[in-house]
């Protein structure tokens, strides 16, 4: 006989972190409100096994390691409604799948590294992921938290590795295209803009750390009031270029440094050069 659909939305769930031990706790459905049944794992085999018999790993990813099969975060098991009763510390077959707990919010990869690399370099310095999004994406502070620096993060993939193998083989480490929104350029609050430039086969990325009234003055004399800017960002051990519609003659100039454009040099907020700036904000 074919059970009856239930909305699974609607059915308690188990909730499982941690804490000297697994502490697992019935939740209504809306993920907060406590029931009364509580129940300890001293491993967390029996969780495992408990959403396994459910089948909770065929459809659901649960938080484990790959290679020990250990929970490595908190989740959520939701029972079925004709699932058995427990007693003890087992469950029988009561869950029906697993929905990891989502995060409150995410960082993308050029914020976590542009944080890793800050933090690795400027010791005396903190970094702050903001909770609400107004367009800075981090906060900088000093030692006792009392000068600040606001950023706007931005990463791009290289596009090196698409380009012929005489710049391939080059001193051009990453060759990168971001979209710009003008509108939120000109309205940014963010002290800084930093565009990450990741290189496919380098071993650390590039730093453009670009001040935001700079940024803006450099886009209206290369671009005019595009509401769209398309920039093409180059980078080699010392350099960095804005690029688009530039010749393969001028990219291979710039890859053997004999390249002449003040227009469109972007060296000066290369790396080193760009986050003394904010050391000059932070550390005076």
């Not at 959403?51 to 099969?69: C, K, M, N, Y």
């Not at 606001?150 to 083989?169: C, E, I, T, Y």
């Not at 990219?251 to 904010?278: C, E, F, H, R, V």
Request: hydrophobic share 35%; glycine share 8%; aromatic share 10%.
């Amino acid at each position: 006989m074919q059970r009856s659909r239930v909305n699974q939305e609607s059915l308690p769930a188990l909730s499982f972190q941690d804490r000297n031990g697994w502490q697992c706790q019935f939740l209504e459905a809306d993920l907060k409100t406590p029931l009364p049944r509580k129940l300890h794992f001293t491993s967390p085999d029996k969780i495992i096994e408990i959403v396994e018999r459910g089948g909770g790993l065929r459809d659901q990813e649960f938080p484990t390691d790959a290679e020990t099969g250990n929970l490595n975060g908190p989740g959520w098991g939701v029972p079925e409604p004709d699932g058995g009763s427990s007693t003890g510390d087992s469950i029988g077959a009561s869950a029906l799948y697993c929905r990891v707990m989502r995060p409150m919010f995410t960082i993308h990869a050029g914020e976590y590294l542009v944080g890793e690399y800050i933090e690795s370099h400027f010791r005396n310095w903190n970094v702050w992921i903001p909770s609400k999004d107004t367009g800075i994406d981090l906060l900088v502070t000093d030692q006792k938290n009392q000068r600040t620096v606001s950023l706007q993060v931005k990463f791009g993939k290289d596009f090196l590795p698409g380009k012929s193998a005489l710049m391939r083989n080059s001193s051009l480490r990453c060759l990168s295209w971001f979209t710009l929104n003008r509108a939120k350029l000109d309205s940014s609050e963010a002290e800084f803009w930093v565009f990450v430039l990741m290189g496919f086969t380098s071993d650390k990325p590039d730093f453009l750390v670009v001040p935001t009234a700079k940024l803006r003055k450099h886009m209206d004399e290369i671009h005019g009031h595009q509401e769209k800017l398309q920039v093409y960002l180059t980078s080699t051990k010392s350099k960095c270029w804005e690029t688009r519609g530039l010749s393969s003659d001028a990219m291979l100039q710039i890859a053997t440094d004999t390249y002449k454009n003040p227009m469109l040099d972007l060296s000066n907020y290369l790396n080193d050069a760009g986050w003394d700036a904010l050391k000059a904000k932070l550390d005076h």
